[in-house]
């Protein structure tokens, strides 16, 4: 895919990631930051292709690292989230109908 | 494995980047944010299996590959489901930090073939070589930066604001030095620069954080991990991958927005967060302990306040949280309310160490929602209540927030307790709270103190107001 392409998508996504969270109560504002935590963790897609293109083990052994980070990033972000938000299951809701 | 076309790896991650923004529009609201997040999670899951089926990727490293992640997991899953929910901003802050490491290191990894295929012969890559250089230094000073949030918000270092001599000239040495060998990068795609570049940026990253007092840090956490987007969106660019271009873009913009949502929640400025310590201006306050004399009461004397009121409206606060005594306030709340007394919690939006913190803590015990009333919602009831109950807050009820303009805190809303007939206070002790600031409010007339752990005192109280 050319440059002018992908500068193209970057804007796009620019302002979709502007609208997306421009109303959110105080009581979200940490959920919401770690979830876009997490999603930014997607960077393992990165470290998979990296390594799998390394071609001595010294790379590969880089490459190993930087995924065991993304790792950690993405799984870790998504469960820490979940955990947050486990705890206003059910309660939010609740008071909505009230 | 060459099972999939590259358009159906491209439709795959479409999939993907779409389920990002549904996670995303789905974490800003109360009813969907569940779902939002596991819709995210099926994503980055979807994404995943997509890429290792790609056509034309050779992989002969998978099964090596697979261990990496299920190592990662394996550290991941017990950290994020243990930490117990008080040191959860450091938690994210180090989830944060490694990405960014992971993205600057994948960077490097694509340099380091750029400069084989260069001085084999082949072109330069001058787009290419732009978004390294940016990746490897965003990345770097989002890893070092969020390694120095996790040292303070853990309090293993200071939480004070840190301004070594010089340290503002050396940033801006540090920041023109990045600017040039990130030129370097771009104009030469030399792996030797990338890596001084690297260093460079993790230096700069400790630097930027340093400065920035403990009160501040949950909007550092969040501006790193909006730079933590940008650095992988720039991967995304690096590796001409779609969707690592369009996840991070999405981070990176929601979280300067979120960022800046922060900010005004706590009346600050980011430029001032950032920056405020190095021109000298945000740093007044003290941690001298005064000698002046303050209303020290017993358990006795608040259950006696407590239990003859009409109305209580309780702050809770870090204090409540770290002594674990959610459930002792809820109990106490419980019996007030069966004397027929009102009772309302006033949660502040910073309460804890992050906006909505409070509310995570206090739904982990239980506490009715309905009971839970934000600042806006709250200030006004202060003036017909008449037994303030402060538990372990500091910050969020010092009127030198809007009295005194040197405060770090000035024109940060506050709870306006001292509108109410009492005010009590549980505390530890008199160290000033967690932006470093006496509290006038302690002194006045209105005020008792209940000094001992959150948790003992809570419970001695319960026992008193059970016996009235």
């Given at each position: 895919m050319s440059g002018v392409a992908l500068l193209a998508i970057f804007v796009l996504a620019v302002f979709v990631g502007f609208e997306v969270v421009s109303k959110v109560s105080t009581t979200l504002h940490t959920p919401l930051m770690s979830g876009a935590n997490a999603i930014h963790g997607i960077i393992l897609v990165g470290a998979v292709i990296v390594s799998g293109e390394a071609r001595t083990g010294w790379e590969l052994a880089v490459g190993l690292f930087a995924t065991v980070l993304a790792t950690v990033n993405l799984v870790g972000g998504f469960v820490v989230t979940d955990r947050m938000l486990e705890m206003f299951k059910g309660r939010s809701l609740q008071g909505g109908r009230r | 494995m060459n099972v999939l076309s590259t358009n159906a790896v491209e439709v795959g991650y479409l999939v993907a980047a779409v389920c990002f923004i549904l996670a995303l529009k789905g974490l800003s609201s109360?009813?969907?944010?569940?779902?939002?997040?596991?819709?995210g999670a099926a994503g980055a899951a979807i994404a995943l299996l997509v890429t290792f089926f790609a056509e034309g990727s050779h992989f002969e490293h998978i099964p090596l590959i697979l261990l990496a992640i299920v190592v990662g997991t394996a550290i991941a899953v017990p950290a994020a489901r243990q930490v117990r929910m008080t040191a959860m901003p450091q938690l994210v802050a180090l989830f944060n930090g490694v990405g960014g490491g992971a993205a600057a290191i994948v960077a490097l990894m694509?340099?380091?073939?750029?400069?084989?295929?260069?001085?084999?012969?082949?072109?330069?890559?001058?787009?290419?070589q732009a978004a390294i250089a940016f990746t490897v230094l965003v990345g770097s000073v989002s890893f070092a930066?969020?390694?120095?949030?996790?040292?303070?918000?853990?309090?293993?270092?200071?939480?004070?604001?840190?301004?070594?001599?010089?340290?503002?000239?050396?940033?801006?040495?540090g920041m023109a030095a990045s600017v040039v060998l990130g030129l370097g990068v771009f104009g030469t795609g030399?792996?030797?620069?990338?890596?001084?570049?690297?260093?460079?940026?993790?230096?700069?990253?400790v630097m930027m954080v340093l400065p920035v007092g403990g009160a501040d840090v949950p909007i550092v956490i969040s501006l790193l991990n909006a730079f933590t987007g940008l650095t992988v969106a720039a991967g995304g660019f690096v590796l001409h991958n779609t969707l690592l271009l369009v996840a991070g873009t999405l981070v990176g913009a929601s979280g300067t927005i979120l960022t800046r949502l922060m900010a005004a929640a706590m009346g600050r400025s980011v430029m001032g967060v950032m920056f405020g310590a190095l021109r000298g201006g945000s740093t007044a306050g003290s941690t001298a302990v005064s000698d002046r004399p303050v209303k020290s009461v017993s358990p006795e004397?608040?259950?006696?306040?407590?239990?003859?009121?009409?109305?209580?409206i309780v702050v809770p606060g870090y204090g409540l949280a770290v002594a674990q005594a959610q459930h002792t306030i809820r109990e106490l709340a419980e019996l007030l309310e069966a004397r027929g007394?009102?009772?309302?919690?006033?949660?502040?939006?910073?309460?804890?160490?992050m906006p909505g913190h409070m509310n995570v803590l206090l739904a982990e015990a239980n506490v009715p929602y309905e009971a839970l009333k934000e600042m806006d919602e709250v200030n006004p009831e202060f003036k017909t209540a008449d037994v303030v109950l402060v538990v372990g807050a500091n910050d969020v009820v010092n009127p030198a927030a809007r009295t005194d303009p040197k405060a770090p805190i000035y024109g940060m809303p506050i709870l306006e307790v001292s509108e109410a007939q009492q005010v009590i206070f549980l505390k530890r002790s008199m160290r000033p709270g967690f932006a470093g600031i006496e509290n006038e409010l302690l002194y006045?007339?209105?005020?008792?103190?209940?000094?001992?752990?959150?948790k003992e005192s809570l419970t001695k109280v319960v026992g008193a107001v059970k016996s009235l």
């Amino acid at each position: 895919m050319s440059g002018v392409a992908l500068l193209a998508i970057f804007v796009l996504a620019v302002f979709v990631g502007f609208e997306v969270v421009s109303k959110v109560s105080t009581t979200l504002h940490t959920p919401l930051m770690s979830g876009a935590n997490a999603i930014h963790g997607i960077i393992l897609v990165g470290a998979v292709i990296v390594s799998g293109e390394a071609r001595t083990g010294w790379e590969l052994a880089v490459g190993l690292f930087a995924t065991v980070l993304a790792t950690v990033n993405l799984v870790g972000g998504f469960v820490v989230t979940d955990r947050m938000l486990e705890m206003f299951k059910g309660r939010s809701l609740q008071g909505g109908r009230r | 494995m060459n099972v999939l076309s590259t358009n159906a790896v491209e439709v795959g991650y479409l999939v993907a980047a779409v389920c990002f923004i549904l996670a995303l529009k789905g974490l800003s609201s109360p009813r969907t944010a569940r779902r939002g997040n596991l819709v995210g999670a099926a994503g980055a899951a979807i994404a995943l299996l997509v890429t290792f089926f790609a056509e034309g990727s050779h992989f002969e490293h998978i099964p090596l590959i697979l261990l990496a992640i299920v190592v990662g997991t394996a550290i991941a899953v017990p950290a994020a489901r243990q930490v117990r929910m008080t040191a959860m901003p450091q938690l994210v802050a180090l989830f944060n930090g490694v990405g960014g490491g992971a993205a600057a290191i994948v960077a490097l990894m694509e340099l380091n073939r750029l400069s084989g295929a260069i001085s084999a012969g082949a072109d330069k890559d001058w787009g290419n070589q732009a978004a390294i250089a940016f990746t490897v230094l965003v990345g770097s000073v989002s890893f070092a930066g969020s390694v120095v949030t996790f040292l303070k918000l853990q309090e293993i270092m200071t939480t004070r604001p840190v301004v070594l001599p010089g340290a503002a000239p050396l940033l801006i040495v540090g920041m023109a030095a990045s600017v040039v060998l990130g030129l370097g990068v771009f104009g030469t795609g030399s792996l030797a620069l990338g890596l001084v570049l690297l260093v460079v940026g993790l230096l700069l990253g400790v630097m930027m954080v340093l400065p920035v007092g403990g009160a501040d840090v949950p909007i550092v956490i969040s501006l790193l991990n909006a730079f933590t987007g940008l650095t992988v969106a720039a991967g995304g660019f690096v590796l001409h991958n779609t969707l690592l271009l369009v996840a991070g873009t999405l981070v990176g913009a929601s979280g300067t927005i979120l960022t800046r949502l922060m900010a005004a929640a706590m009346g600050r400025s980011v430029m001032g967060v950032m920056f405020g310590a190095l021109r000298g201006g945000s740093t007044a306050g003290s941690t001298a302990v005064s000698d002046r004399p303050v209303k020290s009461v017993s358990p006795e004397d608040v259950a006696i306040l407590l239990g003859y009121a009409r109305k209580v409206i309780v702050v809770p606060g870090y204090g409540l949280a770290v002594a674990q005594a959610q459930h002792t306030i809820r109990e106490l709340a419980e019996l007030l309310e069966a004397r027929g007394i009102e009772v309302l919690y006033a949660i502040h939006p910073v309460a804890g160490r992050m906006p909505g913190h409070m509310n995570v803590l206090l739904a982990e015990a239980n506490v009715p929602y309905e009971a839970l009333k934000e600042m806006d919602e709250v200030n006004p009831e202060f003036k017909t209540a008449d037994v303030v109950l402060v538990v372990g807050a500091n910050d969020v009820v010092n009127p030198a927030a809007r009295t005194d303009p040197k405060a770090p805190i000035y024109g940060m809303p506050i709870l306006e307790v001292s509108e109410a007939q009492q005010v009590i206070f549980l505390k530890r002790s008199m160290r000033p709270g967690f932006a470093g600031i006496e509290n006038e409010l302690l002194y006045d007339p209105a005020t008792s103190l209940l000094f001992g752990d959150a948790k003992e005192s809570l419970t001695k109280v319960v026992g008193a107001v059970k016996s009235l």
